[in-house]
């Protein structure tokens, strides 16, 4: 049987409208399609960004940290060494103050020429030369000079050995040093240098450690002592 017109016309029609059906859908799907994968773009980029932004701020959080702890450390040096300043100015003062009256003890006939004596036996003792050269304050001449005349006889009974001592009269110590000797060998190249000043800062290092402890306290952070 042959298709009329109208038949051949409604089947054209018909499959228009599959055709058309069939691409809307595919339209659909496409869109979709882009969709999604806009949407998973749009999310990897976010999150990249994000991971940045966060990795950019720790970045800086670290930094200020940093800056903090050098800050803090450098602060600390700093408070360090004003007390340890402030500790070294008050030693500096209880040493002055020591050698202010050490003076004190020059302008006590009996105390000084007593001290004398024992500083004159010491130099003998420490040189152990035959012959030695005393070189004192020229105010002191006459009092170093009647501790040689006491000492002579000791140290020759203690060493067994004669021992003959000059006072240098033309080259005294300076008369504003608070007082002592100084005993060279004949030569002149070994000194023994007995001044109070000298004997102070003797004593002054030698005892620092304790110095300290007794001004400051025990450092806690100190295993072991000078």
Sequence with gaps: ????????QKQIKHMMAFIEQEANEKVEEIDAK??????????????????KIIEYYEKKEKQIE?????KMSNLMNQARLKVLKARDDMIMDLLNEARQRLAEIAQDPAQYSTLLEGLVLQGFYQLLEPKVTIRCRQQDVEMVQAAVNKNI???????????VVKIDQQRFLPSDICGGVEVYNDNGKIKVSNTLESRLDLMAHQMMPEIRVALFG???????TD
Excluded: C
Excluded at 1 to 8: E, I, K, S
Excluded at 34 to 51: D, M, P, S
Excluded at 153 to 163: G, L
């Design 153 to 163: 006889p000791i140290y020759k009974e203690a060493v067994k050995s004669n021992i």
């Design 66 to 70: 940093q800056h903090k702890k050098i």
């Design 218 to 224: 025990a450092n806690p952070n100190r295993k072991f």
């Design 1 to 8: 049987m042959a298709l009329t017109d109208a038949d051949v």
């Design 34 to 51: 882009a969709e999604e994968e806009f949407n998973i773009e749009k999310g990897r980029l976010v999150q990249t960004q994000r991971v």
